[in-house]
C-alpha cells in the first residue's frame, strides 16, 4: 500500500491579489485542490506529496515565493 502526505495551507494575501494567487497555484504539481475563502483566511490549498518534507518544502519554495502571498499556515494531515 502507498501512503501520501497531504497537508493544508491557509494563506492570507494582498488585497486584490487572490485571483492571481489561486491561478499560480493550480500550475503547481503538489496542489491537488485550492479555494478562495471569505474569512480569516484568503484561500485554502491541499497538498499531496509522497512525505510531509515534501510538502514543507513546497511551502517554503514555491507557494511562500508566490507573488501577493503574506502569511501561510501549514497543517499536516494525520493518518488513522
Do not use: C, W
Not at 487572490?18 to 484568503?42: I, N, R
Not at 506529496?49 to 515565493?65: C, G, N, Y
Amino acid at each position: 500500500m502507498v501512503t501520501m502526505a497531504v497537508g493544508y495551507v491557509l494563506l492570507n494575501v494582498s488585497p486584490g491579489s487572490e485571483h492571481d494567487v489561486y491561478l499560480h497555484l493550480q500550475k503547481l504539481d503538489s496542489v491537488s485542490d485550492a479555494t478562495v475563502l471569505f474569512g480569516d483566511y484568503d484561500l485554502i490549498v491541499k497538498l499531496v506529496a509522497s512525505d510531509l518534507s515534501s510538502i514543507a518544502k513546497a511551502v517554503v519554495e514555491s507557494i511562500r515565493q508566490i507573488p501577493g502571498v503574506l502569511d501561510t499556515k501549514t497543517l499536516a494531515g494525520a493518518e488513522f
